[in-house]
T-cell receptor, first 111, second 116 residues
C-alpha cells in the first residue's frame, strides 16, 4: 500500500483561486519528486527537492520540502485551466532505490 | 532526442490469454520502471530494471513479469489475464548511476490494455 500519504484526493477550485496538495511520509525521505498528469496523458516531471527545508518556485508553483524531510507541499497561486490534472509526489527512502508514490491530488477547475 | 516509446498503444485481450508489452527508453537511460494505472487509482509500481537486473519489485502476483535487454529495452509480460488487469501500463526511463537512486522519470504514453 501507499507509504506516502497525499491529501486531498480531489480539490475543486474556481479559476483564479489557489491550490495546495500535501504529502506526508512516516519515514525520512532522501528526496521528493513532483509530477503532473494531464487528463488522458502521462505523468510529467515537475521538480525534485533534496535539501531539508528547501523551497523552489516555478512561476506560479511553489514546492516545499519539510525540515525533517518527511513532508512536502505543492502550492499553485491563481490557478488557470492549464493547471488541471493530477499532481503526484514521489520520494526515495534513504536505503532503497524504489520511488514511493503518493496517490495523487486531482485538481478540478469549476466551470 | 526521442522520448520513451511504448508498444502497442492499445490492445484488447480475453481472459486467460497472455500479453507482452514493450518499452524503449531514452537513449542512454539504463533504468526502466513499469507502473499500472487504473481509473481513479494512483500509480502502482510493478518493477524496476537497471542494467538487465531487477532492482525492485512491487506487490503484484507472479503472473506479472519483466525483463530488460542489453540495449536497455524492456518488456513486461502478464500471463493468464484477468478482467482486473485492464489498465494503462506505463513505462518510465531514468538516467541513473549504478548504486544510485532513480532520478527524474520520463514516462512513455502507455499501453492501454483491455481484458474482456
Amino acid at each position: 500500500g501507499q507509504q506516502v500519504m497525499q491529501i486531498p484526493q480531489y480539490q475543486h477550485v474556481q479559476e483564479g483561486e489557489d491550490f495546495t496538495t500535501y504529502c506526508n511520509s512516516s519515514t525520512t525521505l532522501s528526496n521528493i519528486q513532483w509530477y503532473k498528469q494531464r487528463p488522458g496523458g502521462h505523468p510529467v516531471f515537475l521538480i525534485q527537492l533534496v535539501k531539508s527545508g528547501e523551497v523552489k518556485k516555478q512561476k506560479r508553483l511553489t514546492f516545499q520540502f519539510g525540515e525533517a524531510k518527511k513532508n512536502s507541499s505543492l502550492h499553485i497561486t491563481a490557478t488557470q485551466t492549464t493547471d488541471v490534472g493530477t499532481y503526484f509526489c514521489a520520494g526515495h527512502k534513504n536505503s532503497n532505490y524504489q520511488l514511493i508514490w503518493g496517490a495523487g491530488t486531482k485538481l478540478i477547475i469549476k466551470p | 532526442k526521442a522520448g520513451v516509446t511504448q508498444t502497442p498503444r492499445y490492445l484488447i485481450k480475453t481472459r486467460g490469454q497472455q500479453v507482452t508489452l514493450s518499452c524503449s527508453p531514452i537513449s542512454g537511460h539504463r533504468s526502466v520502471s513499469w507502473y499500472q494505472q487504473t481509473p481513479g487509482q494512483g500509480l502502482q509500481f510493478l518493477f524496476e530494471y537497471f542494467s538487465e537486473t531487477q532492482r525492485n519489485k512491487g506487490n503484484f502476483p507472479g503472473r506479472f513479469s519483466g525483463r530488460q535487454f542489453s540495449n536497455s529495452r524492456s518488456e513486461m509480460n502478464v500471463s493468464t489475464l484477468e478482467l482486473g488487469d485492464s489498465a494503462l501500463y506505463l513505462c518510465a526511463s531514468s538516467l541513473t548511476i549504478a548504486g544510485g537512486n532513480t532520478g527524474e522519470l520520463f514516462f512513455g504514453e502507455g499501453s492501454r490494455l483491455t481484458v474482456l
